[in-house]
């Protein structure tokens, strides 16, 4: 599978951060191959038409309408070409770290891996106006540098992410509210580091050094599902992934996520879905699942 990389030298500073209109990446975005890439993406359509499969899940693509999408998600772009009008926002994690001083920053951007939500939202016309205004003004002080862009251009992205959490948050009604100790970011950061060899939540709660019903109420107050459950749909997603996009057998993805026996993740699949392996993967195909 194709993945792309971010390459800062598109840029005309060294930042790991690129504002992308529509007229620069557009074959990008209508043709049809299946691709990922090790960057974060926020695509904001101000016209568009046509769907979005990522991962497992389809997107429909509408006027005013804003995608998100973490590295290494699975996407396939369905977009209809004519009359389209879009502006992307990329960016590695690193950008975020070095930028804000927070290893947890986009791990407490709710609309990034999220498997409970969408990953969009519609919004007005008058609010993506806005936010491609700013996204312009970035993307000059990106080209354009001056002693003071690094500056602007950090807040800018700051705010534009922070209104986009509060408009997500509010969209699909999840907590903004800080809890002690960052138990629920945290969380998530370990299970994409370790879900494919981890899954029981005594390693998580060991090595956060807390306690089950701690993890928990944090989880509960941020996310509104238990760890217990966020830590499984991560492993379904996982799964998934697999059997979409690789060729290997079961048995052979069994092996990779650590279970004992294929009958084990075979069970644990049927539980979380109510079907079988086989039976998910004729009804992807088919376009029902």
Known sequence: MKIIKFHKTECGVDFFINVLPYNEVKNSYTHSEVYNTDYFEIIIFKKGKGTLILNQKQIEISDNRIVFISPFQKRQWKLEGNDLD????????EFMNDFFA??????????????????????????????????????????????????????????????????????????????????????????????KTEQRIEFYTHQLNVSRITLNKA???????????????????EIKNYLIHSEITVSEIASELNFSEPNHLMRFFKNQTGVTTSEFLLDYQNGSS
């Open 86 to 93: 879009f502006t992307v926002l990329i960016f590695q994690e």
């Open 219 to 237: 989880v509960k107050t941020h996310f509104n599902v238990t760890a217990t459950h966020l830590l499984k749909q991560r492993l379904l997603f």
């Open 102 to 195: 927070d290893k947890l920053f986009t791990y407490r951007l709710l609309y990034f891996y999220q498997l409970e939500c969408p990953l969009y939202f519609s919004t007005t016309a008058e609010t993506i106006a806005k936010y491609c205004e700013f996204l312009t003004e970035i993307k000059t002080e990106l080209f354009i540098t001056k002693p003071d862009s690094v500056h602007i251009i950090r807040s800018l992205v700051y705010y534009i992410l922070q209104k986009l959490n509060r408009q997500y948050a509010q969209q699909y009604e999840l907590s903004l509210e800080k809890t002690e100790g960052n138990y629920a970011f945290l969380f998530k950061q370990l299970l994409e580091k370790h879900i």
